[in-house]
């Protein structure tokens, strides 16, 4: 069983960059697939990014592609969702978590059997 951590949240400019950390203990980490998803108050969690056990494919939204991106360590147990060219639309609660499920259901909140307690991005002027 592994725990998830984030961190690296806070308040930015628009257009600004942040980047989130997710940190594992208790498990072994290169067994999982990771993700971010993220939570705006009044909507529903919305997939962000994924990537796989070995970072040999990685997985985005629509709304991040070409903005964020994800990479991970295994020998360190982190992962990182780099994040640029923020947007208001952007803010939320951001959450990782961790799945053996294949790479077909990576999308899918439901598949996620592990997660962090969530770090708060707020991005506005």
């Known amino acids: 069983q592994v725990q998830l951590e984030e961190s690296g949240g806070g308040l930015v400019q628009p257009g600004g960059s942040l980047r989130l950390s997710c940190a594992a203990s208790g498990g072994t980490f290169r067994n999982y697939n990771v993700a971010w998803f993220r939570q705006a108050p009044g909507k529903e969690r919305q997939f962000v990014a994924a990537?796989?056990?070995?970072?040999?494919?990685?997985y985005y939204g629509d709304s991040v592609k070409g903005r964020f991106t994800l990479s991970r360590d295994n020998s360190a147990k982190k992962a990182y969702l780099k994040m640029n060219s923020l947007k208001p639309e952007d803010t939320a609660v951001y959450y990782c978590?961790?799945?053996?499920?294949?790479?077909?259901?990576?999308?899918?909140?439901?598949?996620?059997?592990?997660w962090g307690q969530g770090t708060q991005v707020t991005v506005a002027s």
């Open positions: 978590a961790a799945t053996t499920v294949v790479i077909s259901g990576l999308r899918d909140a439901a598949n996620y059997h592990y």
């Open positions: 990537i796989t056990r070995t970072s040999s494919g990685t």
